[in-house]
């Protein structure tokens, strides 16, 4: 199939060229895309890809209920596990088919915490000693026939043969139905930052970061991207993924007191406005008592921005029902995917991606 729209889009765009143009000579035909007047290359990048999403299926298949879950944690990381088990099988039996757990949600959140609560996620799978949350939420994706996003983990990496060369990680694993690990996303910007008066935090004191875009096939609906709280705030990897057609951005997170009612809302419907795609964003629970307090307003946004449903700062569950054609009109109405400019800016979408 691919072979064969390749081969048509080719030969579109030569007789698209040679409509366009009107030759001298017969070797008009053949010059070089960047040597055509720019009205013939704004004509062609629109009407190919035109060309090109007649031919794909729905981005969404079928509608589904996606649901975030603002998870209250504290130091107890069996408790933790157990409690999450219980709101997943919650959000399932309210109907949900994707369930997102929020950043760290097997531990309190920290550098002081992450090395003492990482689990050694390689080799794949990795034994439960190795890994009591991989298990964990394997089994909560099994037992509810469910896709869940984990939010994410600290996770500790030993380089083979050097025991005492340890790396960690901000990991979040998605799983499938089956119970079986789908994908794994190492946060890719760590979260470091200086607010005078008001919040210092620098991960990378702890930190390493991951290298790569996550895109995860949804056998049943589709396509997704998995990012990580401070990843939104670069747009460049929700831009990719969208290119790469995925229907939603899902970013388990942790924004704070000082910078979530600046952003955290913001960062999620500017995603879903520059992408036409649907964005959820999961938070923990907020908790005075703990050392850093989470922000909280775990919220879905729509392919045209409107925030669909919002939490407080308590633990709830929100949920809404992504549908395919939401992001159709979207795209139809306001057709970005037609207008950009690749002649005048790089396509990002050109970039290591793991899937």
Not at 219 to 235: E, K, L, N, S, T
Request: net charge neutral.
């Amino acid at each position: 199939m691919r072979t064969t729209t390749s081969r048509t889009l080719r030969i579109f765009t030569n007789s698209l060229i040679a409509s366009c143009t009107r030759p001298k000579s017969l070797t008009y035909h053949h010059r070089p895309f960047s040597a055509l007047p720019t009205t013939t290359r704004l004509l062609l990048h629109s009407q190919i890809r035109k060309m090109a999403s007649s031919t794909k299926h729905p981005i969404l298949k079928k509608p589904v209920k996606l649901a975030c879950i603002q998870l209250a944690s504290g130091a107890d990381k069996s408790a933790n596990l157990s409690h999450a088990a219980d709101k997943v099988r919650e959000a399932a039996s309210g109907g949900a088919n994707i369930v997102v757990l929020p950043e760290c949600f097997n531990s309190p959140y920290g550098c002081d915490f992450f090395p003492s609560y990482a689990e050694q996620l390689l080799r794949s799978p990795p034994t439960v000693e190795q890994s009591p949350s991989f298990h964990a939420l394997s089994a909560m994706a099994r037992d509810n026939d469910i896709y869940l996003v984990g939010g994410s983990i600290p996770e500790l990496a030993i380089e083979e043969g050097t025991e005492d060369k340890k790396t960690y990680y901000n990991t979040s694993l998605i799983f499938g139905p089956d119970g079986k690990l789908l994908a794994s996303h190492r946060k890719v910007h760590l979260f470091d930052i200086d607010i005078p008066g008001k919040i210092k935090f620098k991960e990378s004191d702890v930190l390493s970061p991951g290298n790569s875009v996550t895109l995860v096939d949804l056998p049943d609906y589709g396509r997704i991207a998995v990012a990580i709280c401070y990843d939104i705030r670069f747009p460049e990897l929700a831009m990719i993924a969208a290119r790469k057609g995925c229907f939603a951005l899902i970013y388990p997170g942790a924004f704070n007191t000082t910078t979530g009612p600046l952003h955290w809302r913001l960062q999620g419907q500017a995603r879903a406005m520059d992408n036409q795609i649907y964005v959820a964003l999961c938070s923990p629970a907020r908790d005075m008592s703990a050392g850093y307090h989470a922000y909280g307003h775990s919220l879905i946004v729509d392919p045209m921005a409107q925030v669909l449903v919002e939490a407080e700062e308590s633990e709830t569950i929100v949920s809404a029902e992504l549908d395919g054609t939401k992001i159709e009109e979207a795209r139809s109405g306001i057709p970005l995917r037609d207008q950009r400019r690749f002649d005048i800016y790089p396509d990002v979408s050109q970039a290591k991606v793991s899937s």
